[in-house]
């Protein structure tokens, strides 16, 4: 997997710095259509995800809360966000390289992505209760 800059973040935990290789969005569209495609994280915070409709192919929801989803250590993961500086998708990435996987984060995130017209699929956004009986009256 070919990846640009790298960041390094210190760990919580242990106060031991990982370093977080970036990968362009041209580079994870190129791999998603070879023989062994990337498992795709959304990492997401909560309200971005929630409202939005759009999520990458095939993309598994992971925020780095709780215990992490069955991965494959014999692929590459590319976790990606909704902020341009790739903070939530940079410490869902240093997590899951300290477990062993060959994580990257997506440069630009979700937005760059669809700014490039970039493949997607629909996901259900929440649904908006309905207005209780009188509440619109003046």
Not at 105 to 110: N, Q
Not at 112 to 120: E, H, I, K, R
């Amino acid at each position: 997997m070919r990846t640009g800059p790298v960041d390094s973040l210190p760990w919580p935990d242990n106060n031991t710095v990982v370093s977080i290789p970036r990968v362009s969005k041209e580079d994870v569209r190129a791999q998603l259509e070879g023989t062994t495609p990337p498992v795709l994280i959304d990492a997401r915070l909560k309200y971005p995800y929630e409202h939005s409709t759009v999520r990458l192919p095939g993309a598994i929801r992971f925020t780095g809360e709780g215990p992490t989803p069955s991965l494959p250590r014999d692929r590459d993961i590319v976790v990606y966000d909704s902020d341009p500086h790739e903070l939530a998708s940079s410490h869902v990435a240093a997590l899951l390289i300290r477990q062993g996987y060959r994580a990257v984060s997506l440069k630009g995130g979700i937005v760059d992505w669809l700014t490039a017209n970039l493949p997607t699929e629909t996901k259900e956004a929440p649904k908006q209760a309905p207005p209780e009986p009188g509440a619109l009256k003046g």
